[in-house]
């Protein structure tokens, strides 16, 4: 492996949000809820995993494969998403430049799988 990967997924993780796969209606209010997730890149996807009280990692992670990301949009607040054909994944970060660093690494990661 070479040093730009290893720096792309030593960059690409920590403590996001995520947006609740069902947000809640309440008439015609709709109520999101996003969930603290401990966030990590592999060589062929985005993997992400429910945390503890005191923000460990717990339980069996989730993988989105880079294969099946078929756009990566970056929104305001922090926000980006996923597309892909089966569902979206909508994350937040601490704050809009985390974001925009996590979006470019998660384009170069998926182009690097794309060509492998």
Not at 40 to 65: H, M, N, R, T, V
């Amino acid at each position: 492996m070479n040093d730009d990967l290893e720096q792309l997924l030593e960059e690409t993780r920590g403590i996001l949000e995520k947006l609740a796969d069902a947000a809640v209606k309440l008439g015609s209010w709709q109520m999101v809820l996003w969930q603290p997730r401990w966030v990590f890149a592999e060589l062929d996807g985005l993997c992400y995993q429910k945390i503890s009280a005191d923000e460990k990692p717990i339980g069996q992670p989730k993988k989105i494969l880079f294969s099946s990301i078929m756009q990566i949009e970056e929104l305001d607040c922090g926000e980006f998403v996923l597309q892909c054909s089966n569902r979206d994944y909508t994350f937040k970060a601490a704050n809009e430049n985390l974001s925009t660093v996590l979006v470019h690494n998660l384009r170069q990661l998926r182009e690097r799988a794309r060509g492998s």
